[in-house]
């Protein structure tokens, strides 16, 4: 499995903010209420990558050479797979809440700014998931095997 490129991450927000604001447009004009404030979401993916960050630790240790506790092949590949998983709907989510703030800010100039101002807070708690991602990604990359006939110390 290869790392997640910047460009991928970069074309999920992009793709994040333009759903985020057409929807918003559409749902105005045809008369629903926008979106609110996403609290839970935001406490959720917090704790989403912290759960991210412990699970990669002891795969982090492992490749850098503390091989006192084994580690599963398998879990290791879970955890690679959910912080790929992470980093792409961090990356989404950033582009969404950066789209609907944008779009609260511009619509009605100061009358939601506060709910514009909690879609940033959300914009920021997905952004922690999706860098979170990225490094327990990191931590879960296969150290550069030895050549053959290399001694080691």
Do not use: H
């Not at 490749?63 to 709907?89: C, F, H, Y």
Request: glycine content about 10%.
């Amino acid at each position: 499995m290869q790392r997640t490129s910047s460009s991928t991450l970069a074309v999920w927000a992009v793709i994040g903010t333009v759903l985020a604001i057409v929807v918003d447009v559409v749902l105005e004009s045809q008369g629903f209420s926008l979106p609110g404030l996403p609290w839970f979401a935001v406490i959720g993916m917090l704790i989403l990558s912290a759960i991210l960050l412990l699970l990669g630790w002891p795969i982090k240790k492992w490749n850098d050479g503390d091989r006192t506790k084994e580690i599963d092949p398998l879990q290791a590949a879970r955890v690679a797979i959910m912080a790929k998983a992470s980093a792409l709907t961090g990356s989404g989510l950033s582009g969404w809440y950066l789209g609907n703030a944008g779009y609260y800010f511009l619509s009605s100039p100061g009358i939601r700014n506060d709910i514009a101002a909690g879609m940033l807070v959300a914009m920021v708690s997905a952004a922690v998931l999706m860098i979170v991602g990225m490094i327990v990604e990191g931590f879960c990359e296969i150290p550069p095997q030895d050549p053959p006939g290399a001694e080691t110390a």
